[in-house]
Nanobody, 119 residues
Framework: QVQLVESGGDLVQPGGSLRLSCTAP??????????MGWYRQAPGKQRELVAY???????KNADSVKGRFNISRDNAKRTVNLQMNSLKSEDTAVYFC???????????WGQGTQVTVSS
């Protein structure tokens, strides 16, 4: 089963920063990378969109992360990154990388990386 490779999750204090990275293997067709994004799921809650970026550079951010998180991608390296600043305890969750052809459907998921914001 093809999976995206994620890294960067960690324990960080409130106000701190983390950078998450995700790489899509060559076995995933390029068309499946039209949209690359990050999602998160906190305990007892549904998975939600954090941010996505299209191949052309269009970005959508969740209201809860606007002004704090920045998403970027490198098409040649097949990577998407999420720079998270001014982290809050409510950002604690498992973060998943997701890619796909369209903005409203994820074709491939990563295994998830834990982000914990706590003092």
């Amino acid at each position: 089963q093809v999976q995206l490779v994620e890294s960067g999750g960690d324990l960080v204090q409130p106000g701190g920063s983390l950078r998450l990275s995700c790489t899509a293997p060559e076995s995933i067709y390029s068309s499946m990378l039209n949209v690359m994004g990050w999602y998160r799921q906190a305990p007892g809650k549904q998975r939600e969109l954090v941010a996505y970026i299209t191949r052309g550079g269009k970005i959508k951010n969740a209201d809860s992360v606007k002004g704090r998180f920045n998403i970027s991608r490198d098409n040649a390296k097949r990577t998407v990154n999420l720079q998270m600043n001014s982290l809050k305890s409510e950002d604690t969750a498992v973060y998943f990388c997701g890619v796909g052809r369209y903005t409203d459907y994820v074709d491939y998921w990563g295994q998830g990386t834990q982000v914990t914001v706590s003092s």
